[in-house]
Structure formats: structure tokens, C-alpha cells
């Protein structure tokens, strides 16, 4: 409700983020005959400060609830920075025993794009959009099949608009309850489960400080993919032969269930290190349009108390020469 | 720097000490004991994988690790119980198998 406030009040104050914002506003104040939304009775001289005072108004308004929205970020952020600090730890002994290989080149790449149900947070989402479709064009080609998973509303609202086609599936609506390892990994089931891969590229942004977000891109490849990788012997992962697998019937078992494992896992850091980052640009937008709001209601402010004294000083200066003429 | 750890791998306990061969172990519900230089340190595990490294590194990933002593013995003779009741009385294959987990669980919180 709050954002279709802000909405409508951020259209009605455009006209004020013109260049001139107090040229732009003093007209309006000024005396008109004309314009019916000023019942000012006929033949007052007084100028009427109604619209000014309105918008003021309004400008306070929005400056609450942008302080509020700041206030509720930052109080959410510091909650889930530990959690998506504590989760890096999940990852980490994947890259130490697999490697990275974002470069790996396979037909069926799937990029999950992570984002935000939410608005109002800045670019967080258009930056995870835009690396998903260079990824996707760095995978097309005449024999590959590349899709997106995507997860979020503002991703799919973004990415639905010109690759249709390629969206394979949507999920939104996970931030609604504090995440947890639970749900993230149903959830990473579901796309197992409906989605073939031989790599899958999760994209989303690396929380790094409350003002700066990485995009970035973490890959886990399918256990067929990683035998191949094994035979072929390149790399981090012809490293693999020399471990000796334990557990499950067959080797193949095994790092399937490595595999699985291991999206689950990246699966939650990259939805905590988003939900962060989310926070984090939520806090700053919302602080640097608190700013703007303040200047603007300056500026009103100003115009508001000129057109005051102004009519102060005309009153005045009528009944200054009134009086001069009747002794006269 | 620790000296032995010993992990509940899933075809019995996996004993690690450094210089052990590369391994990859997935993990069965059970109990995890970490001994170094003053004693022994016991946690639980749900599931996951433990990696042995060449170099004497070795990452254990759980999903959920809880150290013993804040396991409380008798919600788990309890949920022991329950759990053995329900595989007698499970009608279904799925019934039964979800209950054989938990009786797996607790009877591995129940060991030490």
C-alpha cells in the first residue's frame, strides 16, 4: 500500500523536478480568476498559499514513509548479513574439491536468475538481469539449448518481455517467510526435477557492503558433465580420480547426489547473499530519496514563505498609503 | 589442528586422521566426535558430505551439525518411541520408510 502511495505522490510533485523547480511552482500560486481550483471570493487580493501548502504536505508525507522503509531495511539486513555470511561456508568446500568453471562448455545450460519479489531496491535486480542475458548469449548457438529458471518477480517482469521463449520457469514469492535450507532445497528439487541440464549458472548479486553488491556467477555442473570433465583429465576436476568415493551403490550414485547437494547448497547462499544485497540497496535508495524529498520540501518551503511575505508586504503597504492619503 | 576426526559415513563410521587418502564420503545421520590434544568434541549431524583432501585438509559439509551436550536425552528416548510405533503401525511403503528415518535418527542421537 505504501508503494502505490509513493507512486501517486511521485507523480504529482514531477512537475517540482524540473529544472526550475520554483519558477515552475510560483505561478501556480499566483492569483487567478480563471482557475477553478482556487475559490478565492471574488475581488480578495490576498494570494493563495492553498497548492503550495498541499504539496507540501505531501512531500512530508513520502519523506516518512522513505524514512520508515530505510528504517525497516536496515533493521532486516542486519538479521540476514549473518546468515548470508555464515552460509558462504557451504560453498567453499565444493570450489576446494570441483573447481570453479563458469567457462565449461555444454549443450544444455540453464541460467537460474535470482531476484527480488520486491521494488524500490535500486538496480540489484536490472544488474542480475542483464548478466543473465549475456549469458545466454554467450551459450546460444546453432546446437545448444539455453533457458532460464528465474526466481522473482522483477526478474521475470524484466526477462519476459524479450526471451519469452527462453523461460523454461518462473518461482516467486520465497521471501515471503525467513528463508531457510528447508525450502531452498525443495525448491532446488523442483528445478532438478523439471529442468534437464548439464549446467546450471545461478546468477545472483554477492553481498559485499551495504553499498556495493557483485554480480556474480556460480556454476554447478551435472554428474555426467563432471565424468566427462574427469575423463578428459583438465583442470581442477581430473583432479577427482585420485579421490576414492565412499557411500552409495554405484560412483555414479554418488556424485549425483554430490551434485544435488551441491546446487542446494549454492541454491542458498546465492538466495541469502540476494536477499542481502536486496536490503542493502533498499537502505540506500530509500535514504538518498529521503534526502531528495528534504531538499525538495526546502524548496517549497522557501516559495511558500516568499509568497507569504510578499502578500505580507503588499497588505502593508495599502494601508501604509491608504492612511498617507486620508491625512493628506 | 585437530587429531582424528571420525564421521558417520554411510557404510559405517569413516576414521580420519592426517595423511588419510582423498576421499568422498557421504554422510548418514549420526554422530560426528572431534578429538584433539585436550579431549573429545561430539556433534550431530543430519546428512551431508565430508571431503578428505591429500593434504591433510578435510571439509565436512552438514546440513544441520548440533553440538551432543545441547541434545536433550530424554525427548530423544521419546521421540524414539514414537518413531518405532509408527513403523509397526505405517500402512503405506512411503509411511514407513519416513518413519524408519526418524527411527534411524533417533536411535543415532541415542548411541553414545
Redesign the interface.
Known amino acids: 500500500m505504501a508503494m502505490a502511495a509513493l507512486r501517486r505522490e511521485g507523480r504529482r510533485f514531477a512537475p517540482l523536478l524540473s529544472p526550475r523547480p520554483i519558477a515552475a511552482a510560483a505561478p501556480r500560486s499566483s492569483p487567478s480568476f480563471l482557475s477553478p481550483e482556487e475559490d478565492v471570493p471574488f475581488g480578495a487580493r490576498s494570494i493563495s498559499t492553498q497548492v503550495v501548502r498541499n504539496r507540501m504536505k505531501s512531500v512530508k508525507n513520502i519523506q516518512k514513509i522513505t524514512k520508515a522503509m530505510k528504517m525497516v531495511a536496515a533493521s532486516k539486513l542486519r538479521a540476514i548479513q549473518i546468515r548470508a555470511e555464515n552460509s558462504r561456508g ?1 560453498w ?3 570450489i ?2 570441483l573447481g570453479d568453471t563458469p567457462s565449461i562448455d555444454v549443450k544444455k545450460n540453464v541460467i537460474v536468475t535470482v531476484s527480488s519479489d520486491k521494488g524500490l531496491c535500486g538496480g540489484i535486480n536490472s544488474t542480475s538481469v542483464r548478466l543473465s542475458k549475456g549469458l545466454l548469449k554467450l551459450n546460444s548457438g546453432p546446437d545448444k539449448e539455453p533457458k532460464y529458471v528465474v526466481v522473482g518477480e522483477k526478474a521475470k517482469v524484466q526477462l519476459i518481455r524479450d526471451s519469452r521463449k527462453h523461460i523454461h520457469l518462473t518461482i516467486s514469492e520465497l521471501t515471503k517467510i525467513p528463508l531457510n ?1 528447508t525450502q531452498v532445497s525443495v525448491l532446488a528439487d523442483d528445478i532438478i526435477k523439471n529442468v534437464e541440464f548439464d549446467a546450471l549458472k545461478i546468477v545472483f548479486n554477492k553481498f559485499h557492503s551495504v553499498v556495493s553488491f557483485i554480480p556474480t556467477v556460480s556454476t554447478v555442473l551435472s554428474p555426467e558433465v563432471v565424468e566427462r570433465e574427469v575423463e578428459s583429465g583438465s583442470g581442477k576436476l581430473g583432479e577427482l580420480d ?7 551403490s554405484t560412483r555414479g550414485e ?1 556424485l549425483q ?2 551434485a544435488e ?1 551441491q546446487f542446494s ?1 549454492v541454491m542458498f547462499n546465492a538466495v541469502l547473499e540476494n536477499a542481502c544485497s536486496e536490503m542493502g540497496a533498499r537502505m540506500s535508495a530509500m535514504d538518498s530519496s529521503s534526502r531528495n524529498a528534504g531538499e525538495v520540501l526546502d524548496r517549497l518551503t522557501l516559495t511558500y514563505n516568499r509568497t507569504r511575505q510578499a502578500a505580507i508586504t503588499t497588505e502593508l503597504t495599502e494601508i501604509i498609503s491608504g492612511a498617507s492619503a486620508l491625512e493628506g | 589442528m585437530v587429531d582424528v576426526v571420525i564421521v558417520p559415513a554411510t557404510r559405517g563410521q569413516l576414521g580420519v586422521l592426517p595423511g588419510h587418502v582423498a576421499t568422498i564420503a557421504e554422510l548418514k545421520p549420526g554422530i560426528m566426535s572431534v578429538h584433539d590434544g585436550n579431549g573429545v568434541t561430539k556433534y550431530f549431524v543430519s546428512s551431508g558430505f565430508a571431503f578428505v583432501h591429500a593434504n591433510s585438509f578435510a571439509d565436512i559439509i552438514a546440513v544441520e551439525a548440533v553440538p551432543l551436550d545441547r541434545i536433550d536425552a530424554s525427548l530423544v528416548q521419546k521421540g524414539l518411541a514414537e518413531f518405532t510405533q509408527k513403523v509397526n503401525s505405517a500402512s503405506t511403503d512411503l509411511e514407513k520408510a519416513e518413519a524408519q528415518i526418524g527411527v534411524d535418527v533417533q536411535s543415532a542421537l541415542n548411541s553414545p
Not at chain 1, 242 to 248: K, T
Open positions: 557451504l567453499q568446500p565444493f576446494a574439491l535450507y585420485s579421490y576414492e568415493i565412499e557411500g552409495g554418488t547426489n554430490l547437494f547448497c
